[in-house]
Structures are given as structure tokens and as C-alpha cells.
């Protein structure tokens, strides 16, 4: 799995609202969709894009369509935000001893 499309997938709002909503938990499509202001099928294509990024899993259970996280795909994010702050703290932290070094 990328992670153009793991991002991609993280820019709407949407799909970050229903990640949010099954930080409790497993739920059902409907209980998952019954805040939102939009159809159900606009949410079943929400949960298609968050499941092709590898952030959500689902599966059904009789007539039921349950939708839960996806730990590693948000673990994926999560070392690659990581591995950038390091990288950025280090050049930042090099040009502070420039700067400091100039200063003198």
C-alpha cells in the first residue's frame, strides 16, 4: 500500500470524522453513517477508500456490514510523520549551529 493513497484517503474530512467515530470500536455501517448529513451509499464509498488505503477493515455479519480500524495502516502513518520530525529536528537543529557559529 502507498502512502499517496493513504494520505489521499486522509485529506477528507469525512473519512477522518468515521476513523474518529471507531476509535471506540467496531460498528456497523449505519451506526457508523448515522451522524453524518449524507446517504448511506456516500458512506459506503467513504469506508471503500479508507478500506483500499488499508486503514479500515470490514466484514459482514448476517445482513450487517460492520466496519472497524485498521491499526497498521495507521501505524504506517504514524513512522512515516515520525521519521520526517526526526529529519526535520536534526536539519533544524544543524542550522541552529550555523546560525550560533555565524553569530560570533
Given at each position: 500500500?502507498s502512502?499517496?493513497?493513504?494520505?489521499?484517503?486522509?485529506?477528507?474530512?469525512t473519512?477522518?470524522?468515521?476513523?474518529?467515530?471507531?476509535?471506540?470500536?467496531?460498528?456497523?455501517?449505519?451506526?457508523l453513517?448515522?451522524?453524518?448529513?449524507?446517504?448511506?451509499?456516500?458512506?459506503?464509498?467513504?469506508?471503500r477508500?479508507?478500506?483500499?488505503?488499508?486503514?479500515?477493515?470490514?466484514?459482514?455479519?448476517?445482513?450487517?456490514?460492520?466496519?472497524?480500524?485498521?491499526?497498521?495502516?495507521?501505524?504506517?502513518?504514524?513512522?512515516?510523520?515520525t521519521?520526517?520530525?526526526?529529519?526535520?529536528?536534526?536539519?533544524?537543529?544543524?542550522?541552529?549551529?550555523?546560525?550560533?557559529?555565524?553569530?560570533?
Amino acid at each position: 500500500m502507498s502512502l499517496n493513497q493513504t494520505f489521499a484517503a486522509l485529506a477528507d474530512t469525512t473519512r477522518r470524522d468515521l476513523l474518529k467515530r471507531l476509535e471506540t470500536g467496531e460498528q456497523t455501517l449505519s451506526d457508523l453513517a448515522a451522524p453524518f448529513p449524507i446517504t448511506l451509499m456516500a458512506i459506503q464509498k467513504h469506508v471503500r477508500v479508507l478500506e483500499e488505503a488499508e486503514l479500515v477493515t470490514t466484514h459482514k455479519i448476517g445482513r450487517s456490514r460492520h466496519v472497524r480500524l485498521r491499526r497498521e495502516g495507521l501505524e504506517r502513518v504514524s513512522e512515516w510523520v515520525t521519521d520526517v520530525r526526526v529529519r526535520w529536528s536534526e536539519s533544524f537543529d544543524r542550522l541552529a549551529e550555523v546560525l550560533e557559529e555565524e553569530s560570533r
